[in-house]
């Protein structure tokens, strides 16, 4: 996605925030649907969030696993298709609510059906379906092993954190984990079979997506959560005491919106343990790369310095800044991608530099020719640096990110009357009826080569579908998307603004026709 790119735009939509009946999107037919959406539309980006199973308070930013995947995304249709579960496995599904995710008793029900399913596959599964789950667990071993132990565990002991495990398991001591895997042998085969199920659904819809001139975006968090396989498999590669808990955590200091800073609690890096050859991270890049087309990387601005707090502290005043990897990580990273899959770091990676952002920070993203973002919904704070005027071409341009009120919830709850005459006055407009597709359509004249939306500011939503608030542990990540709400003239609207602004895609531009709006319709916009 470097600046010598085609103009471009896509659809910010993580899949949990799909239909169907099962209580949470998945990977089955209203996916592949919304991709037919995103290409009638003229759309040739589907944004996610992070795909890995979800640990604290239901957050794809507080995974279990880096490398895993979300198995409550698994089409249970699809299972049906497989031969895994059978129609009437299916014929009593609860009545979930349609617009948002309870989590608490769909992960329930959909942990019953998918071990049924491995019931099924293991009674019924013949040589070649045998060999291909074999095959799969043996190219992935190197975080499935870890994984599949670290879930079975975590089950046995009631979801506790591992640091509250008897000692030998939560410190890895060599007997109590080969005893571990001779007790829960079965559990740990049904989760490595969940995995190669979701990594087998969600490929084959990237695919899809694929083969209609569409990239997925994915998401990498810079951090990992304490509790979860990446830690408790790799200890030496962060900051722990000797029985497993954070001696120091990351988080952002004190600033003008919160007094006391952010206190994350995630553990940090012992980024002199990854050198000389970085192999986890360069293992989790690649890993990421096999499911999307490109990735985010979350708080890219902490591999150039990250802020450093004792995890005796209770709040984040007291912490420090400390030196990143910077460039020593990203040679070795470009190295091993360029020998890997034959691609440069700006082809695949997008650097959030949101925050305050320094110049060596500018500088590290600049010189490795990475895009960064803008995001619009900030730009009328203070006439502030994300304004249109002052957009690069390499940059991605978004009108909100998932940590953003919806454009119709900030407009209406948390825009000051300043900030709001100012969008009055930079579209030169009185009256703002439609404040989404006004900051839509600043997004799509930008010289930014690709544009993002989140489906909630196209759909014209207030802030009940606000999908997170950063701070609040409850209520975030459960907003969805009716089957009503796929279904509106706002698709047509946008696939006219997406070619009148030149994002349309070149190879498809035949297929749409021109379309001439007469002036009393062109100021409802079209």
């Given at each position: 996605m470097a600046s010598s790119y085609s103009r471009c735009s896509g659809i910010l939509l993580h899949p949990t925030s799909l239909p169907g009946r099962y209580g949470i999107g998945d990977l089955g037919e209203w996916a592949y649907r919304f991709v037919d959406l995103l290409e009638a539309a003229g759309q040739t980006i589907w944004q996610v969030l992070p795909l890995s199973p979800t640990g604290y308070a239901d957050s794809p930013y507080q995974?279990?696993?880096?490398?895993?995947?979300?198995?409550?995304?698994?089409?249970?249709?699809?299972?049906?298709?497989?031969?895994?579960?059978?129609?009437?496995?299916?014929?009593?599904?609860?009545?979930?609510?349609?617009?948002?995710?309870?989590?608490?008793?769909?992960?329930?029900?959909?942990?019953?059906?998918?071990?049924?399913?491995?019931?099924?596959?293991?009674?019924?599964?013949?040589?070649?379906?045998?060999?291909?789950?074999?095959?799969?667990?043996?190219?992935?071993?190197?975080?499935?092993?870890?994984?599949?132990?670290?879930?079975?565990?975590?089950?046995?002991?009631?979801?506790?954190?591992?640091?509250?495990?008897?000692?030998?398991?939560?410190?890895?001591?060599?007997?109590?984990?080969?005893?571990?895997?001779?007790?829960?042998?079965?559990?740990?085969?049904?989760?490595?079979?969940?995995?190669w199920v979701f990594f087998t659904q969600w490929l084959k819809l990237k695919a899809y997506a694929n083969g209609k001139g569409i990239r997925i975006v994915g998401d990498i968090p810079i951090f990992v959560a304490h509790d979860s396989a990446d830690v408790w498999?790799?200890?030496?590669?962060?900051?722990?005491?000797?029985?497993?808990?954070?001696?120091?955590?990351?988080?952002?200091?004190?600033?003008?919106?919160?007094?006391?800073?952010?206190?994350?609690?995630?553990?940090?890096?012992?980024?002199?343990?990854?050198?000389?050859?970085?192999?986890?991270?360069?293992?989790?890049?690649?890993?990421?790369?096999?499911?999307?087309?490109?990735v985010r990387i979350d708080h890219f601005r902490g591999f150039d310095a990250y802020y450093e707090i004792p995890a005796s502290q209770a709040t984040a005043e007291k912490g420090r800044w400390v030196r990143g990897p910077a460039y020593d990580f990203f040679d070795a990273l470009a190295r091993a991608i360029r020998d890997s899959v034959g691609k440069n770091l700006d082809d695949l990676i997008i650097a959030e530099d949101l925050g305050v952002i320094t110049r060596s920070v500018m500088d590290l993203r600049d010189n490795l020719g990475l895009p960064g973002m803008n995001v619009l919904q900030f730009a009328f704070v203070n006439e502030g640096r994300f304004l249109p005027h002052y957009h690069r071409q390499n940059a991605i341009v978004y009108t909100g990110t998932h940590d953003n009120n919806t454009m119709m919830g900030w407009w209406e709850h948390e825009s000051s009357d300043a900030e709001r005459d100012f969008?009055?006055?930079?579209?030169?407009?009185?009256?703002?009826?439609?404040?989404?597709?006004?900051?839509?359509?600043?997004?799509?004249?930008?010289?930014?080569?690709?544009?993002?939306?989140?489906?909630?500011?196209?759909?014209?939503?207030?802030?009940?579908?606000?999908?997170?608030?950063?701070?609040?542990?409850?209520?975030?990540?459960?907003?969805?998307?009716?089957?009503?709400?796929?279904?509106?003239?706002?698709?047509?609207?946008?696939?006219?603004?997406?070619?009148l602004y030149g994002r349309w895609p070149k190879a498809q531009e035949d297929q749409y026709p021109v379309i001439v709006v007469e002036e009393a319709g062109a100021e409802e916009g079209v």
């Amino acid at each position: 996605m470097a600046s010598s790119y085609s103009r471009c735009s896509g659809i910010l939509l993580h899949p949990t925030s799909l239909p169907g009946r099962y209580g949470i999107g998945d990977l089955g037919e209203w996916a592949y649907r919304f991709v037919d959406l995103l290409e009638a539309a003229g759309q040739t980006i589907w944004q996610v969030l992070p795909l890995s199973p979800t640990g604290y308070a239901d957050s794809p930013y507080q995974s279990l696993s880096t490398f895993a995947g979300n198995t409550n995304l698994i089409s249970l249709d699809a299972l049906v298709d497989d031969g895994w579960l059978a129609p009437a496995d299916l014929a009593d599904a609860p009545d979930f609510p349609a617009e948002r995710v309870d989590y608490g008793p769909v992960i329930d029900y959909h942990n019953r059906l998918l071990s049924r399913a491995y019931d099924r596959f293991e009674a019924q599964a013949d040589g070649g379906q045998r060999q291909a789950f074999d095959l799969w667990r043996k190219r992935n071993a190197y975080w499935l092993d870890d994984f599949a132990l670290f879930a079975a565990l975590k089950e046995s002991h009631t979801l506790r954190p591992w640091t509250e495990w008897p000692v030998g398991e939560a410190l890895r001591h060599p007997e109590a984990l080969r005893a571990a895997g001779e007790k829960h042998t079965r559990r740990i085969a049904e989760h490595s079979f969940r995995q190669w199920v979701f990594f087998t659904q969600w490929l084959k819809l990237k695919a899809y997506a694929n083969g209609k001139g569409i990239r997925i975006v994915g998401d990498i968090p810079i951090f990992v959560a304490h509790d979860s396989a990446d830690v408790w498999a790799n200890p030496d590669l962060f900051y722990l005491d000797r029985h497993g808990n954070p001696t120091v955590i990351a988080g952002v200091p004190p600033d003008y919106f919160s007094p006391t800073g952010q206190r994350w609690g995630n553990p940090l890096y012992r980024w002199e343990r990854m050198k000389p050859d970085y192999t986890w991270w360069i293992r989790r890049v690649r890993a990421a790369i096999t499911l999307v087309d490109m990735v985010r990387i979350d708080h890219f601005r902490g591999f150039d310095a990250y802020y450093e707090i004792p995890a005796s502290q209770a709040t984040a005043e007291k912490g420090r800044w400390v030196r990143g990897p910077a460039y020593d990580f990203f040679d070795a990273l470009a190295r091993a991608i360029r020998d890997s899959v034959g691609k440069n770091l700006d082809d695949l990676i997008i650097a959030e530099d949101l925050g305050v952002i320094t110049r060596s920070v500018m500088d590290l993203r600049d010189n490795l020719g990475l895009p960064g973002m803008n995001v619009l919904q900030f730009a009328f704070v203070n006439e502030g640096r994300f304004l249109p005027h002052y957009h690069r071409q390499n940059a991605i341009v978004y009108t909100g990110t998932h940590d953003n009120n919806t454009m119709m919830g900030w407009w209406e709850h948390e825009s000051s009357d300043a900030e709001r005459d100012f969008l009055r006055r930079y579209v030169g407009k009185g009256d703002i009826t439609e404040p989404n597709w006004e900051v839509i359509r600043l997004g799509m004249m930008s010289v930014a080569h690709t544009l993002i939306m989140p489906l909630q500011d196209l759909l014209g939503l207030g802030a009940e579908a606000r999908m997170n608030t950063p701070g609040t542990s409850s209520g975030n990540w459960t907003w969805r998307v009716t089957p009503d709400g796929l279904d509106g003239n706002w698709r047509d609207r946008l696939a006219e603004m997406t070619r009148l602004y030149g994002r349309w895609p070149k190879a498809q531009e035949d297929q749409y026709p021109v379309i001439v709006v007469e002036e009393a319709g062109a100021e409802e916009g079209v």
